[in-house]
């Protein structure tokens, strides 16, 4: 039988004698009693579950602050993993742009070398063909001279000379060359 505040006001009691049953106070006693005894107990466990859900919903809380606050730790190492990647990328980006710009000017160094070179080989290949010319000249007015020489020479054989005694300056640069 439960108990509820209505029934605990309505209950009635047969007239004895004297008053009330006793017998029928006390059983209604007693089992009232057991009934507050088992809300009591009842009352008393959900009590313990109150206190132990308390402390696990505290040690969660806990749990949660500590993943919260691991979480915001990972997302600033992250962060900062992130902007010092960007630096150093950044860092290589330009090491690799003063490398490239110092290569750059090396192969422009080498180049203007080699041109100056080819001008100044350019430069000594004119001069080595005037002076063969000179010499070849010299060369051709020496045999000239020589001929006329010779020819002035009074030989009892007359030399004819051939249409070729005059010698192709070009012609024999190009056999040299």
Avoid: C, H
């Amino acid at each position: 039988m439960k108990f509820t505040p209505y029934s605990i006001k309505a209950q009635d009691f047969n007239k004895a004698f004297r008053g009330f049953d006793k017998d029928e106070v006390r059983a209604y006693l007693s089992n009232l009693a057991n009934e507050f005894d088992k809300l009591q107990i009842e009352n008393n466990a959900q009590n313990d579950r109150i206190l132990n859900t308390s402390e696990e919903i505290s040690e969660f809380k806990k749990l949660e602050k500590t993943l919260q606050l691991t979480l915001v730790s990972a997302q600033e190492s992250t962060s900062k993993a992130v902007e010092s990647a960007r630096k150093q990328s950044q860092l290589i980006i330009k090491e690799a742009e003063i490398r490239a710009n110092q290569i750059i000017e090396k192969a422009n160094k080498e180049a203007e070398v080699i041109r100056s070179s080819v001008l100044q080989l350019r430069e000594e290949r004119n001069l080595l063909i005037a002076k063969l010319k000179a010499i070849v000249e010299t060369q051709a007015n020496i045999l000239d001279i020589g001929s006329e020489t010779f020819a002035s020479k009074s030989l009892p054989i007359e030399v004819k000379q051939n249409d070729n005694s005059e010698i192709d300056l070009d012609d024999v640069l190009e056999k040299l060359l």
